[in-house]
């Protein structure tokens, strides 16, 4: 895309990402040659975290808690989302989706011109090769490789498969632009291995130091790998990425509240999590102040702000067993700031989902607990998803969700083997264990599409809570082109048709 092509491989700017305690200061680049060139390590190492800073990209943006989000577009139109918000309540929850409007093209437009940037950084650092360490050179270029690899998946997840540029010598020669259509799924696959590649992974290191904690590491490109291949179902490479995740030393968390703990961070079971600090420079995390009702007073004090506004739908909370340790995160109950107790079933559609732990040195809005973005549960039970894909019903699966389960129960209640006699009935099972794990981490609209449910939980007039509650999708307008997230419009006509819109939409 033309536009793209000239305004995103000009111009790189670094952000400190890895360190709160590091001193890199932004420099800019607004030529791949000449004297402003990057030419020493530390300008190496400031290009590299620029492109990580393309996970934030700023105070609200994508990986973070904005109502156009990653974390929001992998859960609009799922039964464990819901808000108050006036924007959601019309297009969004109504299905009556259009091109270029909220929240459908902000990570189009985010995430297109990250793997152009990229690409560019990438072609920038092989041109230093007589200035840095080789190992140091080729560490630098995988990370980068798989942050694209990244963000190509978001891309695909949400749009299909769309035109980027991973070709180095294009970013380079920019004087002639073309417009390319669209890939293929399986041309779009192929580009997303080939940043991932055994080759690419084996020159990260299984862990970093904590002054360099939040790179990319073995296990979080091994987790792309994971959540690619989970959704071309092709399950026996699930298989093998998971158990190589598995070896390499992740653990779960005794208790489940921990793993989002300020008190715990980087603990055994996170994969990779984006570093946050208390404040407004887009490395903060603000996620509380998303999901808290106004009127929240902090149990310990502290400075509290909310918007009231992201809620797990009481049709969700009421599906989890009473028992079940992981539904305390999902708040009911709360003392506001008249010191009445609140119960917020009669006054809200749905409980607060507050897995992010208060900082005694936030803001309100501002936190400093490191923002999760894959952990070791979703391992267990994407390998468990796959054996039973692959052989049936099998004991493995079985012990796998019940480890993942047991630290959510005491006494413990495993599942029985015996109580899912096909695949089917598993398969239900393990789409299930995996709401009850992973509500509210952007992961169940693709979970929901890869089990063939999405529509019909959309669909679903009492999802909601019944007829007392306000229904998503009164109209059930949801069809099966919603899986994929329309292409902006801008872009459709800037490519004089040369790319093509997802089918299903004007």
Known sequence: MKKYRILFVTGVVSVLFVSCEGHLEPEIWDKLEGDSFPKTERDAESLVNSIYYEFRGGEWDRYNSANDSRLVVGLLGTDEFTCHWEGYWSSPFNFTWRPDEFPFSKMYYDM?????????????????????????????????????AYFMYDLYNLYGPVAVITDENTVIDINDPVYEPRPTSEEMVRLIEADLSDDVISRLEVRYPDSEYGRLTQGAARMCLVKLYLHEKDFPKVEEQCRKIMALGYDLEDNYADIWSIDNERNE???????????????????????????????????????????????????????????????????????????????????????????????????????????????????????????????????????????????????????????????????DERGFELYFEGNRREDLIRHGKYIEYANDPDRMGGPDSRPINPQQNARPHHVLYPIPNEVIVESGGVLKQNEGYN
């Open 112 to 148: 297109l011109p990250a793997v152009t940037k990229a690409t560019s950084a990438i072609a920038q650092l092989r041109r230093m090769s007589d200035v840095i360490d080789p190992d140091l050179l080729e560490r630098y270029i995988s990370e980068i490789k798989v942050a694209r």
């Open 269 to 431: 079971e996170i994969i990779w999590a984006l570093v946050c600090a208390p404040s407004p420079e887009g490395v903060a995390n603000n996620f509380r102040a998303h999901v808290l009702p106004s009127d929240w007073k902090s149990p310990n004090g502290y400075p509290a702000e909310g918007w009231n506004g992201y809620k797990v739908p009481w049709a969700y909370y009421d599906r989890f067993d009473p028992d079940d340790k992981r539904r305390e995160c999902l708040v009911r109950y709360y003392t506001n700031k008249v010191n009445q107790e609140v119960d917020a079933r009669e006054l809200y559609y749905g409980a607060i989902p507050l897995k992010y732990s208060e900082d005694p040195a936030g803001t309100g809005i501002n936190q400093g607990v490191d923002y999760v973005v894959y952990r070791y549960a979703d391992v267990l039970l994407s390998l468990a998803e796959a054996l039973n894909e692959i052989n049936g019903p099998n004991k493995e699966s079985i012990d796998l969700i019940n480890e993942v389960r047991a630290r959510a129960f005491d006494p413990d209640k495993p599942l029985s083997l015996e109580d899912y006699p096909t695949k089917e009935a598993l398969r239900d099972r393990i789409l």
